[in-house]
């Protein structure tokens, strides 16, 4: 199985940047595709962002395009996602997921296998 654990979620205000890490750990860990879900107090959780496991392939929500980034390491064993220009509304809980596919990317939450605890990211305004 895989490990994620999330860090770097804080208070931040609105139009600031901030770095998100998702350390992860376990068997071919470094070809799964992954992603990012966030999940704000009484909503769903949605899609954010996605990268495939081979390739570079990347994948964003709507919402994010133009101001947040998806990558991992070069030795791909820790992801990260990179948001630029915050507004109130990113503010939520966001998970990192797993996925054992290699070429795949994923938007779904049903899609992925593992998941980690979450890191809180609050914007204010």
């Known amino acids: 199985q895989v490990r994620l654990v999330e860090s770097g979620g804080r208070l931040v205000q609105a139009g600031g940047s901030l770095r998100l890490s998702c350390a992860a750990s376990?068997?071919?860990?470094?070809?799964?595709?992954m992603g990012w879900f966030r999940q704000a107090p009484e909503k769903e959780r949605e899609f954010v962002a996605a990268?495939?496991?081979?390739?570079?392939?990347?994948k964003f929500a709507d919402s994010v395009k133009g101001r947040f980034t998806i990558s991992r390491d070069g030795t791909k064993n820790t992801l990260y996602l990179q948001m630029n220009s915050l507004k109130p509304e990113d503010t939520a809980v966001y998970y990192c997921a797993a996925r054992s596919s290699a070429s795949g990317i994923y938007s779904s939450m049903g899609e992925y296998n593992y998941w980690g605890q979450g890191t809180q990211v609050t914007v204010s305004s």
């Open positions: 376990g068997r071919a860990y470094s070809t799964y595709a």
């Open positions: 990268i495939s496991g081979i390739g570079g392939r990347t």
